[in-house]
């Protein structure tokens, strides 16, 4: 049943910007995938320096994009497919002070079968991507965590996630998952939550994922600070990784000179043709136009590793 106990703030959301800055000083259930190592996108680390401000909020991507503009979308497909559904969408940021958690859900909706509010998430998706990710029409576990998540701080009774699935050719069907408030999963997202916090107020930075972190890394120390060397001589793995990085490369670069040669000799023996037929394969060395730009001046950083002369 719904937690009655937990006092949440509700904030009209007036503009993204704002809306942004909010999210700075909460955990959000649309990172709650992260706490169990389930988001393909966002791993801990990447939540962590986001609130610890050493990182840039979310980016505006075309895929976010295409999910608010999707959204009116799937509420027009819900009005079709339950009429007998009251739904509207929600447009607030709900906080729990508390446990520093916030959640935005898409909507909600009264269903007059049942008890209570529904918590309506709104996702579009498309079709290769559906059938890959979705097995047996069941959302991915990450989906279902912001779910949960949202139904929580909204004292929803119940929940549904909503989905526009859209093939190549531009036609689009519809997929509504049911779900219920599972208190097991929802005491596990707190518990979660409030690690998170505890390590985050005492200055404890996750453990970086060495696969998927990279690019937050990266965004974390933007410019070297400090001159002087940092003495990694005791350092008793990195020698090992050092020269298990000397081998790659040398591969690596012996694998690329081959591949340049072989579409030199590709290209020698096209001459003035723009494709070729070969049995297996498409070959073509076609004409393109592309187009001048300008590249304003950057500073950035660039990793550079070589063997000492010295040993």
Known sequence: MPDPDP????????????????????YTAGDAGALFGVHPFRTLLAVWAEKARLTESIADTAILQRGRWGQAAVFAMLADERP??????????????????????????????????GCIEAKTVLRSVYERDWPDSE?????????????????????????????????????????ERNAVAEQKIRAAVVRFWTDFDRGFMPTMNIQRDSETITAMYPKALLKHPLDLSADIKLPAELQERARLKTEITKAQTRVLEIDTSIKATLGVHESALVPGWKIAWRNEHVAGYTVEPQERRKLYIAPSKRA
């Open 84 to 117: 007998n559904w009251e739904i509207r969408e929600a447009k607030v940021y709900l906080r729990d002070a508390a446990l520093r958690m916030g959640a935005t859900p898409d909507g909600a909706a009264i269903n007059p079968e049942r008890e209570g509010i």
């Open 139 to 179: 959302p991915p576990l990450h989906y279902q965590l912001q779910t949960l998540g949202n139904a929580m701080l909204m004292n929803a009774s119940w929940a549904a996630i909503a989905t526009l699935i859209m093939d190549t050719g531009g036609a689009w069907y519809p997929s509504i998952f049911m779900m």
């Open 7 to 26: 006092i949440i703030e509700r904030r009209e959301i007036t503009s993204r910007a704002e809306w942004l800055g909010w999210r700075l000083d909460d």
